[in-house]
């Protein structure tokens, strides 16, 4: 980690402390003040009267992309500002990224004769991070290359030994990026892991039980910790098992399981901050289960898992859940997180691709000619950007990649500055200490008003809506809230609202 990084990631250790303290007057296990905060406030309470979702057109991508694999084939993240998809083609892992002007040309990050398949794609510790795996070993391993602004890296192996791996998922934040692969040892399958922060570190075992675990799914939760869950044959027939590594203590929790179903299977994912004024992290699962025919069900910490597609005789398989917190829209407190999933009803020769979006339960059919699908959110910091869908679908049988973003009606979302001439919002310092200077840009004259909100969504600091001259403008801030008082350390968000659009820069108070 960068000295920057370090300095958040100890800030908000100290602050999770001092919350714990103050509230329990011990230093209560993390566990069991989670526990607490969700009895405090219920994530029913936090969610919100959202607006419904606004489904851009459907954009080709690339052609003749290889079809469905056992990780559905592609993989979506969004970081710095830009979509990126990894995915299959001809036999190498290819990466694509979407600027303002649309797709970019895809790049191959593979180009060797042994096929790759698998490919997966996360944002952390500064890098966009890219695995896969293959076979040029005489057996399958995993691999990795990753990419800052100085380009992509060499080509890295990370499981290599004697023992199959296949299957790798990654996910990422500031402080760490965690890949998972399961093993295919004899006579039981593992899952396994390495944790990235400046360099690959050791390898890592998830799953410790000697029954099989395979099929692991991947998520991080900035400022928090990895989530992995995976499918697990201990108790008989198979179940989700779900491990958390909480980056505060550096800890792995114990190996919990989630279900109690049976016939359980590919598990997919998604944890968010949520809820309420005290902030802990939560998570949300998408799996198949085999109920005569496979279906796809939800489970999460708060309820029983429950069915999604229905149990209608049409296999609903490969499910898919990506998400987001929302810091601004919730009536009990924040953020409210809001999941998206995917599912493929294999119904007929060409399955239709069925998206889901848990808190209006609205329901929409992205494709009926869908082969294989996924979706994400934003990242952390960044809760207002758009979802995107991908998924790679039959056009005149030849298999092509396709997108379809939504968003919220009126919002614009940037991760960072974009390009001159384009609305632009930046903080600068950040960390700031006394005092900082919100900047922007806008391309014509524009109304601006802007709000320093905290980690809770409440606002801090406000400025009534002004106009602003086309080019550069900025509105300096002395870390005082409205009524002079000096704020303390924390997460904090500028959000300018420019004409009908809404920008957000999460940045950090220190002390």
């Not at 590919?266 to 939560?282: F, K, M, N, Q, Y």
């Not at 700031?432 to 320093?452: E, F, K, M, N």
Request: glycine residues 10%; charged residues 20%.
């Amino acid at each position: 980690m960068t000295e920057v990084q370090v300095g958040r990631f100890e800030l908000f250790r100290r602050l999770e402390r001092c919350i714990r303290l103050a509230i329990t007057g011990c230093f209560l296990p993390r566990a069991a003040f989670l526990a607490l905060v969700f009895m405090l406030a219920p994530p029913s309470m936090a969610r919100a009267d959202i607006p419904d979702f606004m489904w851009e057109p459907v954009e080709d991508v690339d052609d003749s992309v290889e079809s469905v694999s056992s990780s559905s084939g592609i993989s979506v993240v969004f970081s710095d500002g830009l979509w990126h998809i990894v995915y299959e083609k001809l036999g190498d892992i290819v990466h694509v990224e979407r600027a303002d002007t649309g797709w970019r040309t895809p790049e191959p990050l593979t180009s060797d004769p042994w096929p790759s398949r698998n490919p997966h794609v996360a944002a952390g510790s500064g890098f966009l991070h890219v695995v896969w795996e293959d076979d040029r070993l005489g057996h399958t391993e995993v691999w990795t290359r990753r990419r800052d602004t100085n380009g992509w890296s060499a080509e890295e192996c990370l499981s290599c030994d004697l023992i199959p791996s296949r299957g790798p998922v990654i996910a990422g934040n500031e402080q760490g990026t965690f890949v998972a692969w399961q093993d295919d040892s004899i006579p039981h399958r593992h899952v396994r892991g390495r944790l990235f922060e400046t360099t690959w570190g050791p390898l890592v075992m998830v799953s410790t039980n000697s029954a099989d675990a395979f099929e692991p799914t991947v998520s991080a939760v900035e400022y928090s910790g990895i989530f992995v869950a995976w499918t697990d044959a201990r108790d008989g027939p198979n179940e989700i098992y779900l491990r958390d590594l909480n980056q505060w203590d550096e800890q792995w929790g114990p190996e919990r399981r989630i279900t109690t179903l049976g016939g359980c299977g590919r598990p997919s994912i998604h944890a968010e901050l949520c809820c309420g004024d005290l902030v802990a992290p939560t998570w949300l699962v998408a799996f198949e289960r085999n109920v005569g025919v496979i279906e796809t069900f939800i489970v999460d910490q708060f309820s029983d898992p429950r069915s999604l597609s229905a149990v209608d005789g049409v296999p609903s398989t490969r499910p898919n859940v990506g998400g987001f917190a929302h810091y601004f829209l919730w009536s009990f407190g924040g953020p409210s997180p809001r999941y998206f999933v995917t599912w493929t009803d294999r119904n007929g020769p060409l399955p239709a691709v069925h998206p889901l979006e848990l808190v209006s339960m609205g329901q929409e059919t992205l494709s009926f000619a869908g082969l294989s699908t996924s979706v994400v959110g934003a990242t952390e910091g960044n809760p207002l950007a758009a979802v995107l869908g991908a998924w790679i679908e039959s056009r005149g049988g030849i298999p092509t990649l396709v997108t379809r973003a939504g968003r919220l009606p009126g919002v614009t979302a940037v991760d960072g500055p974009t390009s001159a001439g384009e609305l632009e919002l930046a903080v600068n310092p950040n960390p700031c200490r006394t005092s900082t200077v919100v900047q922007g840009r806008v391309p014509q004259r524009t109304d601006v008003a802007l709000r320093i909100l905290d980690i809770a969504g409440r606002s801090v600091r406000e400025w009534a809506s002004r106009p602003m001259e086309p080019g550069s403008w900025s509105i300096p801030w002395d870390a005082r809230d409205a009524a002079g008082k000096v704020v303390p350390p924390g997460l904090y968000f500028a959000a300018a609202r420019i004409g009908s659009a809404r920008l957000v820069r999460p940045f950090v108070v220190m002390r």
